[in-house]
């Protein structure tokens, strides 16, 4: 063999192992997720596709279920009240990770999963993560527009923001029926909520599907009267609202 291929091929080769090396640990995002965190931060995720590119160690990414179904003429949005929290607890450098669920073929089905969300984390392969791997959470709350929620605050609320930093969790949890850990985003007291599922209808035309707070407080009464006038109000009306509540 000629010296000048002997050099190429060693190139090649030097290259390939350089490749393989440095390839980065991932997270696929499975159909109908959308990403809405990753460590801490909102804008400019290390996104390509549905493929999160994330170095070795700890990290934590939040999903929003929201996608269209139904058929061509009949599709309708349909969005989870609240996102789920998956906490990677230490990532080797080429491990690819992602979840499974049962793909809803209708809007009903998909009507139903949004209120359960439950999941399986597993590898590329198809091997189920144990809780030592990674792990997830409903991040729930009781303000009754979603669409307004920042996640990253409601983290920070509840003390449960992964940013490179360890912090203490303080929230208040639980497990709903289907063995799914909730972690509530509680501006009111705790044994105020309830169970019953509830919709809300938005002006963008989205239906949130979650949990409702129970009718028991005087308090309460009076933000269920806010929300009441807000439905009732025009898009413009709607719109000077939403800017006066996130400038304060």
Do not use: W
């Given at each position: 063999m000629k010296l000048k291929s002997i050099v190429k091929l060693s190139l090649l080769s030097l290259g390939?192992?350089?490749?393989?090396?440095?390839?980065?640990?991932?997270?696929?995002?499975?159909?109908?997720?959308?990403?809405?965190?990753?460590?801490?931060?909102?804008?400019?995720?290390?996104?390509?596709?549905?493929?999160?590119?994330?170095?070795?160690?700890?990290?934590?990414?939040?999903?929003?279920?929201?996608?269209?179904?139904?058929?061509?003429?009949?599709?309708?949005?349909?969005?989870?009240?609240?996102?789920?929290?998956?906490?990677?607890?230490?990532?080797q450098q080429d491990d690819v990770y992602t979840f499974k669920y049962e793909l809803?073929?209708?809007?009903?089905?998909?009507?139903?999963?949004?209120?359960?969300?439950?999941?399986?984390?597993?590898?590329?392969?198809?091997?189920?993560?144990?809780?030592?791997?990674?792990?997830?959470?409903?991040?729930?709350?009781?303000?009754?527009l979603a669409f307004m929620r920042d996640y990253r605050q409601d983290l920070m609320a509840v003390n449960k923001l992964y940013n490179k930093d360890n912090i203490e969790y303080n929230g208040v949890s639980s497990v709903n029926s289907q063995g799914v850990q909730s972690v509530n985003v509680s501006t009111l007291n705790s044994n105020l909520l309830t169970t019953s599922n509830y919709e809300v209808n938005s002006s963008s035309g989205l239906t949130y599907y979650g949990q409702a707070p129970a009718q028991t407080s005087g308090a309460n009464v009076k933000l269920n009267e806010l929300i009441n006038l807000y439905n009732k109000a025009d898009d413009k009306t709607k719109l000077e609202f939403v800017k006066y509540v996130m400038s304060h």
């Amino acid at each position: 063999m000629k010296l000048k291929s002997i050099v190429k091929l060693s190139l090649l080769s030097l290259g390939a192992i350089y490749a393989l090396s440095s390839q980065a640990a991932q997270f696929i995002v499975p159909p109908h997720y959308n990403v809405e965190v990753v460590d801490g931060y909102k804008d400019d995720l290390p996104i390509k596709g549905r493929t999160i590119d994330l170095d070795a160690g700890r990290h934590q990414i939040v999903l929003l279920f929201k996608d269209v179904f139904g058929g061509a003429q009949n599709g309708q949005m349909v969005q989870a009240a609240d996102p789920i929290v998956i906490d990677i607890n230490n990532m080797q450098q080429d491990d690819v990770y992602t979840f499974k669920y049962e793909l809803p073929r209708t809007r009903a089905m998909a009507e139903t999963f949004s209120r359960n969300q439950k999941i399986d984390l597993v590898t590329a392969d198809g091997q189920k993560l144990g809780a030592d791997k990674a792990s997830y959470f409903i991040l729930t709350s009781d303000a009754p527009l979603a669409f307004m929620r920042d996640y990253r605050q409601d983290l920070m609320a509840v003390n449960k923001l992964y940013n490179k930093d360890n912090i203490e969790y303080n929230g208040v949890s639980s497990v709903n029926s289907q063995g799914v850990q909730s972690v509530n985003v509680s501006t009111l007291n705790s044994n105020l909520l309830t169970t019953s599922n509830y919709e809300v209808n938005s002006s963008s035309g989205l239906t949130y599907y979650g949990q409702a707070p129970a009718q028991t407080s005087g308090a309460n009464v009076k933000l269920n009267e806010l929300i009441n006038l807000y439905n009732k109000a025009d898009d413009k009306t709607k719109l000077e609202f939403v800017k006066y509540v996130m400038s304060h």
